[in-house]
């Protein structure tokens, strides 16, 4: 990789190498299937495909959540996508998600079946589905709406940007990190008045807002995201530490994060999940 101030864009663009970083391999600027694969199917209305990312906790959290609350509807087989192996590039996988990315949602209670992609898109079918953690409220709905689309495109600078320089990147380079961190912060810094003036980052309620945020941020700050809490100062940002403290002590979102988690201590994975009791069996 060249410096950026001795590179030339060319006048035209190719693909003739891999970028490098961990993620180079599955990177590429096509669309569409690679391979033909069939994905499994469970028993339950809910058919997930994913990865315990922050973007694929988003619904396992939700989930867990809406089950918690009673709705038998909400039962759910959550099948791992391994994307270092390129399972979201098989032929079923896209089917669901043109995109190629997870998480990838299947909801078979209705005939014919409904796909949902995008973790903001799956979160809000999911909700006004069951009713629950989505005001109805028309001003309290759209203070909802308005920060799950703020997580949705502040997210990409944390991890496209700051994740990739200061953590993945195959070299340090001191222009692109110091850009994102200072954008980071500045996300940061954003959710920290916010939620000195409120327990819960739409108001007094936890809603979909929460569950969209708290994987990225409230886990960034916590420390289980690219290590980087001492290097952004993350004890500064108090009234994001609170929060993310106490979302992270809500039992479905514990269970929600271990959805399809692959790294990490062996008490905090399950690869696949398809009744309650998969988290007591791999806890044993």
Sequence with gaps: MSDSAEYTPPAVWTWDSESGGTWAKINRPIAGATHEKTLPVGKHPMQLYSLGTPNGAKVTILLEELLAL??????????????SAGDQFGSDFVDINPNSKIP????????PPVRVF???????YLAEKFG???????????????????????????GGGFGHFYAYAPMKIEYCINRFTMEVKRQLDVLDRNLATRPFIAGNEYTLADIAIFPWYGVLVTGDLYNAQEFLDVTSYRHVLRWAE???ARPAVKRGKRVNKVWGPAEEQLAERHDAGDFTRAAS
Aim: include cysteine; aromatic fraction near 12%; charge should be negative.
């Design 104 to 111: 990838a949602l299947l909801d078979r209670s209705v005939n």
């Design 132 to 158: 629950a953690f989505l005001p109805t409220a028309p001003a309290a709905r759209a203070e909802c709406l308005s920060w799950l689309f703020w997580q949705m495109g502040s997210a990409p600078y944390l």
């Design 70 to 83: 009673g709705h038998a509807g909400a039962e759910y087989d959550a099948f791992l996508i391994d994307i």
């Design 118 to 124: 995008e973790s903001a898109s799956i979160l809000m």
């Design 246 to 248: 106490q979302v992270g």
